[in-house]
């Protein structure tokens, strides 16, 4: 088969794969077309390339399987295109320490790599965030508001803004998630007030908007998306905590119900939910889920950031 557009671009523009290069493609079951068109990419530049297949994962961050572990940690290079997220699993971890560059891609679809959010340019996303990220910087309070109903304000107040923009992965032990393309912040916890109407996505594409009512930095009560309160349940209140505020970045992202092309969407809003503590927070949990929204307005110390969807900044 002909590797995609998106798989020439995270295997040669994001990882910089050299001839000769001990590369790892890791997927599971539901990822073989998207597996076969990095490992074969890979093969064309020359580079020493496997393919890995591990058994499918109950939930993110689930620990690899030991000799998986084992050989990720003797690779240059690692690209884990998975259904489940291997981000913040001690393997990953332990790869990264002993040098492999690696980037995971919880959630790839053959259409993000065809047209999607990977065939974006990377670096002129790296310009933008690096902008948005000064310009930002020393920020305190941020409200959302949509035609729809959404009224939401938060704190970001001494909170860092991060940025996963580069997508661009060439130094040794360097780390990044694809397709990349946000910033992000973690809003103060029990500073997040108001309600918040999820018209795009919530694991899957939203058809009827989902109401999420927020008070003391907590969603009290969802309204709708019952496979999502259901999974947030089971890890009590803290997966219910307002994680994360992002802005989405990337012209080439769409909204296709898969959290990772989703919030990278130029002008989406996305809320987090659940662990923030990976973010610089305090809370930790078993969970973590996003939500993103479209069309929205969002204001930053009453600076308007984004209008009807669109960067204004």
Not at 222 to 241: F, S
């Amino acid at each position: 088969m002909a590797a995609f557009d998106g798989a020439k671009v995270a295997v040669n523009t994001c990882m910089g794969v050299r001839k000769g290069e001990k590369v790892m493609v890791l997927i599971d079951p539901s990822k073989e077309s998207v597996g076969a068109a990095l490992f074969e990419t890979a093969i064309e530049v020359g580079a020493d390339a496997v393919l890995v297949k591990i058994p499918p994962q109950t939930h993110d961050n689930q620990e690899l399987p030991v000799p998986v572990a084992r050989m990720m940690r003797e690779m240059d290079v690692v690209i884990a295109a998975t259904e489940r997220s291997v981000s913040h699993t001690v393997a990953r971890r332990a790869a990264t320490r002993d040098g492999a560059r690696i980037a995971t891609m919880p959630g790839i679809t053959e259409e993000m790599l065809r047209e999607g959010g990977m065939t974006a340019d990377f670096r002129e996303i790296h310009k933008e965030a690096k902008r948005l990220q000064k310009k930002f910087k020393g920020s305190s309070q941020v409200k959302v508001v949509s035609g729809n109903g959404t009224n939401l304000t938060l704190s970001v107040r001494g909170r860092y803004w991060f940025s996963d923009d580069t997508g661009i992965c060439h130094r040794r032990g360097e780390f990044t998630n694809l397709p990349a393309g946000e910033i992000f912040v973690s809003p103060v916890e029990g500073s997040a007030e108001g309600v918040l109407f999820v018209d795009a996505s919530f694991k899957g594409l939203v058809r009827d908007p989902v109401e999420v009512e927020v008070s003391g930095g907590y969603a009290v009560k969802i309204k709708g998306a019952m496979e999502v309160v259901r999974e947030l349940n089971k890890a009590g209140k803290e997966g219910r905590n307002i994680a994360k505020l992002g802005i989405g970045l990337n012209p080439k992202a769409k909204i296709i119900g898969v959290e990772l092309e989703d919030a990278k969407m130029l002008g989406a809003v996305s809320i987090g939910f659940g662990d923030n503590f990976r973010f610089g927070g305090k809370v930790k949990s078993t969970a973590y889920m996003e939500c993103v929204i479209t069309g929205a307005n969002l204001a930053m110390d009453n600076q308007v950031v984004i209008k009807n969807g669109k960067l204004m900044v």
